[in-house]
């Protein structure tokens, strides 16, 4: 099957599987679930961060087909986002979005995440530039405005998320939903995307700040850490740093932000798996039995892989050489295999599972079709078919989600 195909299936999955909430007739109609759960039969919440993901990857469906309905498609998530935000005078909840809403209730989980939020406006920034409409820009300015004030810290460290329902800022510890994780990096995108249309340097300060403090977490051999614990890389977490500072080089020139991006695209190159796909998470400090169980049981990710496969493409176009085609068409590859191509269940036809559990020659796919690994995917297919046809270029980094 042609790389076109496996493009097809997958946004064909995003558009018009249950995995997007409603229907056209229905106010709330736009959201997408996080993901399905194909053992349960079910699908799980409706998750903001990935339906900031959602309007890019509908935008940019949009820019390389034509097609008005993705463009369509963008503009009801976005709807649904607005739908969420609240009249309160000065309340965050006029300004940012909560973490999540259940499935099929709808109460809204009011966490205020830094990451989700930078994902949102990120979205309507890319929104903003193909329709024009201020409204997509004016809130997003609004919105990385508050998460600045809020929750960056003097250092440009992020606090990871304000709970509305304590008041409580600080979150310690390890894992992606504390504070200073090395996901924030990715916070760069929408920063500088705000600082290109408003010229306001608090913006890029912001950026900068942000730089110089992940700086910190890149090792040697080229990883970045997953926060200032330094005991793992979650190979999902450095592809987040790794594509804020891709983005950050692309509109600073910063060569610094260039050196920083080539040597974690490269560590991506070492670790890549013979299949193809990217593990889990490497070079685990938390204890010999941790270190011991990731040498010897593999945990293959659609995610990280299609986040690589993406990363490999644009430093060709940036170096003006072909260093890492072979591992991106390996990845390719994996993710192809990874998709639910033969079956006829509307519900899965064309998503990606998450991850592939292998201990020696045993292997078991996670039940898991997650909106985001169909997303990262879809886009992954796309620069691969452009870069066949000579069309990416330096200039597509501003298309990464």
Known sequence: MHVSKHLELASDWLTKSEIIHGSSAN????????????????YNFIYNEINGYGISCFVNLYRSTGNEEYLRHAKAVADYLFSTLSGEDGHVSTLAFVHSASFPEQ??????FSFDNGMIVSGLLDLYEVTGDLKYYDHGKRCI????????QSDGAFHSYYNADTGEIWHGGEGFINDRSAIHTKLSIPLLKVWKHSGNAAFLNSANTLMKWAKGLQAEDGAFWSDEYKKTVFTHYHCYAVEGFLYAYHVTRNEEYR?????????????QLRDGSMNYKYKSRHSILDGL???????????ATAQAVRLWLLADTITGENNYREAAAKGVRFLERMQLSNTDDKKTLGGLLYRRKQFMFIGRMQAKLY?????????AFTMWLQAESRSLCSESVENLF
Do not use: M, V
């Not at 109460?107 to 205020?112: G, P």
């Not at 050196?259 to 670790?271: F, H, K, N, Q, T």
């Open 259 to 271: 050196s920083a991006a080539l040597r974690g695209i490269d560590w991506l190159w070492g670790a």
């Open 145 to 152: 405005s508050w998460i600045i004030e809020s929750l960056q």
């Open 293 to 303: 169980k990731d040498r010897l049981i593999k945990r293959k990710t659609s995610d």
């Open 27 to 42: 106010s709330r109609y736009g959201p997408l679930k996080g993901g399905y759960l194909i053992d349960e039969k079910k």
């Open 107 to 112: 109460k809204l989980n009011r966490r205020y």
């Open 371 to 379: 909106s985001w690994c169909t997303q990262f995917a879809a886009q």
